[in-house]
């Protein structure tokens, strides 16, 4: 990152404008808004300086990344009866969409019907890059894709060559993202489980 | 569930009829939707007769899968409201770990803005039950909070005591809820982080 590059004091200096281009906005917050703000500023002007160094990066082509965790938001018209076969898929699934564990790269996922079911939000938290991750879901369940998808006005289908535009069409990049464990990747989490089974299990064993 | 309490046959019968609701359905649905509802009706079978872990109510409002719980907040903005909220976010690099560490049952959380800036959606994976997360965000980081919320129209200020209906009252529920890990907390995810590094250093003083 650019940033990087700068000197400390170019850097403080960075965050001080910053920081005095918040509280300008603010003036015009209320009250309560102006007042959190001068409590929480001494926190926020260290943090700031840190945001610098290690702020969210790209995920590549559209969405923002923490350390090696993305996020992919979407909202999307529903097609005519979209809304209540997804309900239905869903239903019959009791809400768990469980094949979102042969990706292999996916820490969660949520559907929300918003305006009347007239709009599918779907917002994903995963592992990595765009490009990749995309890839994976049209290898690895591709006619989930289609199930669902097919619920949203102008699909193009995911073995479709216009499927990746389609999304980032309708993809909107957050502008701010919080990931508890940065460094931990699905297969890691996975990994660090077994470990720890296995120390209970020894530790079981020693007592 | 009921479904457990069936007979096999029954429960065969059962499921044969919502495939058949399925198929029926799907047919006014995109020729691509239908064509990967027959692809995966196997997988669906199956996933119908052996059913995931169904998704739960986190309590007041929201859905959970196993301890891991959604919230989806979608708020229209005050007048400014963007704007501040905008370079709150840029200031901390839309990176909000240090407040959101505090917090310690939160898994992930985002700020998208969208509608031309007109709309915010706010959505987060956590531990547990709806009240009691709220109230350690109460608790914890109310200054966050109310820098945070004061761009949300209407917003009363996390030490109101309508704050916690006002939350209430723009969440919607997600449809759909998965979770690769539903059996881990933070807290545990970090317990198996160290034990993970403690392993890795005792098989090096091993070798």
């Given amino acids: ?207 | 569930m009921a479904a457990q309490a069936q007979t096999g046959a029954e429960q065969d019968q059962s499921i044969e009829k919502e495939i058949e609701q399925f198929r029926e359905l799907f047919s006014d649905a995109p020729e691509l939707g239908k064509k990967a509802l027959e692809n995966a009706i196997q997988v669906l079978k199956s996933q119908a007769s052996n059913p995931p872990p169904p998704v739960e109510s986190a309590g007041r409002i929201g859905a959970r899968l196993g301890k891991v719980s959604e919230l989806t907040i979608i708020v229209p903005l005050a007048p400014g409201g963007a704007k501040r909220l905008r370079a709150f976010l840029r200031l901390l690099g839309g990176n909000l770990s240090q407040g959101a560490d505090k917090v310690g049952t939160l898994h992930t959380m985002r700020f998208v803005f969208f509608d031309n800036d007109t709309r915010l959606l706010f959505a987060t994976a956590f531990d547990g039950d709806w009240d009691t997360y709220i109230d350690d965000f109460v608790a914890k980081i109310p200054d966050y909070l109310d820098i945070i919320d004061s761009a949300w129209d209407g917003w009363p200020g996390i030490r109101s005591p309508g704050a916690k209906d006002y939350l209430a009252k723009h969440q919607i529920t997600a449809e759909g809820w998965y979770v690769a890990y539903p059996d881990l907390t933070v807290a545990e995810i970090k317990r198996l982080q160290r034990i993970g590094k403690a392993v890795d250093e005792f098989l090096d003083k091993v070798a």
């Fill in chain 1, 1 to 207: 990152m650019a940033t990087q590059i700068l000197t400390r004091p170019e850097q403080d200096q960075g965050v001080e404008q910053k920081i005095q281009q918040v509280r300008k906005l603010y003036a015009d917050a209320p009250e309560m808004a102006k007042k959190a703000l001068e409590n929480a500023l001494p926190s926020l002007i260290s943090q700031a300086a840190d945001a610098q160094a290690s702020g969210s990066e790209s995920a590549g082509r559209i969405g923002i990344r923490q350390g090696r965790v993305s996020e992919l938001t979407l909202i999307t018209p529903f097609a005519p009866g979209g809304a209540q076969r997804l309900r239905t898929v869903l239903g019959l699934l009791n809400g768990n969409f469980s094949g979102g564990t042969k990706v292999g790269t996916l820490h969660n996922m949520r559907f929300v019907f918003l305006d009347n079911d007239t709009k599918l939000l779907f917002a994903m938290a995963y592992d990595g890059q765009w490009d990749p991750y995309i890839e994976d879901f049209a290898t690895k369940i591709p006619d989930e894709m289609d199930i669902i998808f097919s619920a949203a006005e102008g699909w193009p289908g995911i073995r479709s060559p216009k499927v990746k535009d389609w999304i980032v069409e309708h993809q909107i990049p957050a502008e701010g993202w919080y990931v508890a464990h940065p460094e931990l990747t699905v297969a890691e989490t996975g990994r660090l489980k077994r470990t720890g089974k296995a120390v209970d299990e020894f530790l079981d064993k020693v007592g």
